[in-house]
């Protein structure tokens, strides 16, 4: 069973900086990225940015330059370092884990909301 806890979540004024962090534990291979996703009311949840073990980082355009993802691989941990916020940033967003060791297995966490204020 694969549980990811995220953290970080808020509220903030445009041009302010949140981060965002996610714990990962149970039984996942070794081969695998996590990242975050996000979810604004009456849109499709999207990809914001992923991390895989290795190092490799893909980055949402909307958010490139402004966010920064990174990971501790020791604590299975993944943090989003978000600044220069907007308020289009406002979401749910959700840690996920792919697990490609188990065929792409896509794990979830429950979700943390940002709202940005203009």
């Known amino acids: 069973q694969v549980q990811l806890v995220e953290s970080g979540g808020g509220s903030v004024q445009a041009g302010g900086s949140l981060r965002l962090s996610c714990a990962a534990s149970?039984?996942?291979?070794?081969?695998?990225?996590l990242g975050w996703y996000r979810q604004a009311p009456g849109k499709q949840r999207e990809l914001v940015a992923l991390i895989t073990r290795g190092g490799i980082i893909n980055y949402a355009d909307s958010v490139k330059g402004r966010f920064t993802i990174s990971r501790d691989n020791a604590e299975n941990m993944v943090y989003l370092q978000m600044n220069s916020l907007k308020p289009e940033d406002t979401a749910v967003y959700y840690c996920n884990l792919k697990d490609f060791t188990n065929y792409g297995m896509d794990y979830w966490g429950k979700g943390t909301l940002v709202t940005v204020s203009s």
């Open positions: 149970g039984s996942f291979g070794s081969r695998n990225a």
